[in-house]
């Protein structure tokens, strides 16, 4: 699977859009962008995923560059409880999904 | 509908002992799996399993067992505890469509080895 990079740590406004990128330079065209979140001490949670096509539900967007190499989780109106660390994840659908260290982004009032 | 619910919650163990930590889903998934999360850092995965009675091992196996004998739970297993094994453990659970492998994770299990 590609790896993926990240900023360690952003901060965002309540209210305002939070744009976390990922860089992810070696994807194969067959792999896709996966999104987790982990609120403090809690299990992570799926938050949306990808493959070329941008997406968005209930919690978020997806923003994929058309040549796949980055890609931006858009949470559009941040809140107090979206302060979580947040991993992008790239995997083919396999088994074995493979956790980096994450950006922790902190909501401030 | 509980979803992955993990026992116990909290552990204390001295070196040398043994313990199982159970994770439990109730959403039929075929897919399981256990990770770690030491401090700081992100999830790596210690073993898995596609299906009742079959299990493969993960990116840090060593020093741990599991069993999945029913489709709905998956032991995980340290013989021997040492220190370096103190970390939360997180159980998930999958169903695997042909597009994407979303994982449920449990609230996770909190061991130190003294």
């Known amino acids: 699977d590609a790896k993926t990079t990240q900023p360690t740590s952003m901060d965002c406004a309540e209210g305002r859009a939070a744009n976390l990128p990922c860089n992810h330079s070696t994807i194969s065209g067959n792999e896709y962008v996966y999104w987790y979140r982990q609120i403090h001490s809690q299990g992570p949670q799926y938050i949306i995923h990808g493959l070329k096509n941008n997406e968005t539900n209930e919690m978020a967007s997806l923003i994929i560059t058309e040549d796949r190499k980055s890609s931006t989780l858009i949470l559009p109106h941040a809140t107090l409880r979206d302060t979580a660390v947040y991993y992008c994840i790239v995997n083919n659908a396999g088994n074995m999904l493979t956790f980096g260290g994450g950006t922790r982004l902190m909501v401030k009032p | 509908n509980a979803g992955v619910t993990q026992t116990p919650k909290f552990r204390v163990l001295k070196t040398g002992q043994s313990m199982t930590l159970l994770c439990a889903q109730d959403?039929?998934?075929?897919?399981m799996y256990w990770y770690r999360q030491d401090p700081g850092m992100g999830l790596r995965l210690i073993h898995y399993?596609?299906?009742?009675?079959?299990?493969a091992k993960g990116e840090v196996p060593d020093g741990y067992n599991v069993s999945r004998l029913k489709k709905q739970n998956f032991l995980l297993g340290l013989e021997s505890a040492a220190p370096s094994q103190t970390s939360v453990y997180f159980c998930?659970?999958?169903?695997?469509?042909?597009?994407?492998?979303?994982?449920?994770f449990g609230p996770g299990t909190r061991l130190t080895v003294l």
């Open positions: 998930a659970s999958s169903y695997p469509k042909a597009s994407y492998n979303e994982q449920f």
């Open positions: 959403m039929n998934h075929e897919y």
């Open positions: 399993s596609v299906g009742e009675g079959t299990t």
